[in-house]
């Protein structure tokens, strides 16, 4: 057994593994940490900035689930922040940055207390992983990660070879479970729209499209399709033209990137042996969304989207001629930006899952300022990890509650780049 031993400080000695120690926290204590956490949340140093808060939020959960993984400055930052799964850290500084003033606030906190709290929660400098320290007079000083007491259970985490595993469980030490936070909070998320009990809409909205009335096209002898419609158009310059010669068409098209977001989710759902039924929005009456779960996508061009818009923060508005989102908490509108050739080169989507009593049905609402901001939400929706790492970081309690995020995505050759979470809500 010494032998054994040995070896295992050697292993870790050389780098071969990592072992992190943890005192396990009970129910107990779980809930005094999440009740300084709101506490800190709602204290004026945190409420001016949202930015802060998400991130003090983002790793007191994962530290309180043991997903020590997403407490790394890459994952912060992919998860947290929106960044690619490669961008240099050494360059782009934003985790360093926000924990330094998270450290900086909570020392103001803490600093104009009246009096000592029952808990402090700190992050130390030079690393993401935080600590909480109990006052002198209560149960426990002080649970930190590299805490060691005897009190049991200590449990290790040995990420290494399965050797190394081997070597752990022969002495005895207990693995930490490789749980799948993030993916259970997905689940969670999606479960109103997985029940078998019923089948769920997706409700598209659709641009109003113009065409030429059969009489134009008689008149200059051409085909109503492709670029003919084009040409007809050209030849008629100076034609009178009838009020009935330009005709609307209504729930005829949708947009390419918007067809495609929809083609995804009805894959997801799919693939958890959900169908679905998929319609205009002008095609939807109020009676087909009673007690049932719905999809509604798109902003301006989908009627059930105004329809919820005056209870949502993040709310769809016109802007410079086309869809926007005002941000109602400080009336800051966003818009797709473009290139100076007229390419949208960034865009903008919110997403809003709630229930709505009038009707009974549960609906997510993905509603970008443009086709793009449609399709980015929609990937941010179904990547596992993203959005699991934002709803880890929720206060408990969640998954009864409304929720919406305001997004923002980088638009690269007419395809939406990862997106970024700028603002939520949860209500």
């Known amino acids: 057994m010494r032998a054994l031993i040995r070896y295992v400080i050697n292993v870790l000695a050389k780098g071969w593994a990592r072992v992190e120690t943890q005192e396990q926290l009970d129910q107990g204590q779980h809930e005094q940490v999440r009740n300084e956490l709101a506490r800190l949340l709602l204290s004026k140093h945190f409420r001016r900035t949202e930015r802060c808060g998400e991130f003090l939020r983002y790793i007191v959960e994962a530290r309180l689930q043991g997903d020590y993984e997403s407490l790394k400055e890459r994952s912060i930052g992919i998860d947290l922040f929106g960044r690619v799964p490669d961008f240099n850290t050494a360059e782009d500084s934003v985790v360093r940055v926000t924990a330094n003033m998270v450290r900086r606030r909570l020392a103001q906190v803490y600093d104009s207390a009246p009096e000592t709290p029952a808990i402090r929660i700190e992050v130390p400098v030079g690393s993401y992983t935080p600590q909480f320290v109990w006052a002198p007079d209560n149960e426990t000083a002080s649970v930190s990660p590299s805490t060691r007491t005897s009190r049991p259970p200590v449990a290790v ?16 030490i207990a693995l930490l479970p490789s749980t799948d936070v993030r993916g259970r909070a997905v689940d969670e998320f999606w ?43 050209i030849s008629l310059l100076g034609i009178d033209l009838r009020p009935d010669d330009i005709q609307s068409q209504v729930d005829q098209y949708t947009g390419l990137a918007s067809a495609g977001a929809a083609a995804l989710i009805s894959g997801f759902l799919g693939r958890h042996g959900v169908s679905i039924e998929v319609r205009g929005s002008n095609a939807t009456a109020f009676a087909d969304l ?12 989908n009627r059930w989207t105004i329809h919820f818009n005056p209870s ?54 993905i509603s970008g300022t443009s086709q793009y901001g449609n399709q980015g939400a929609t990937d941010f929706l179904l990547d596992r990890a993203q959005l699991g790492a934002r709803l880890v970081a929720l206060p408990s309690g969640w998954p009864t509650k409304n929720l919406e995020f305001l997004l923002r995505m980088r638009v690269v050759a007419g395809t939406p780049a990862r997106a970024e979470v700028v603002a939520s809500r949860i209500w």
Not at 157 to 172: F, Q
Not at 290 to 301: C, E, H, P, Q, Y
Not at 312 to 336: P, T
């Open 191 to 233: 479960r109103p729209f997985l029940s078998q009990s019923h089948v769920p809409l997706l409700c598209l909205g659709s641009p109003v499209t113009y065409r030429l009335s059969q009489r134009l096209y008689g008149l200059n002898g051409l085909p109503p399709s492709g670029e003919a419609q084009v040409d007809a158009a």
């Open 290 to 301: 009673k007690n049932r779960s719905v999809i509604v996508m798109g902003a301006l061009t």
């Open 157 to 172: 985490w040995v990420a290494g070879t399965g050797v190394t595993r081997a070597v752990a469980a022969a002495l005895g």
């Open 312 to 365: 949502l923060r993040f709310q769809v508005v016109r802007d410079q001629g086309g869809s926007a989102l005002r941000d109602i908490s400080d009336e800051k509108i966003y818009h797709a930006s473009h290139d100076r050739d007229g390419a949208a080169n960034e865009g903008y989507a919110a997403v809003s899952r709630l229930y709505d009593p009038q009707s009974g049905g549960n609906f997510l609402i």
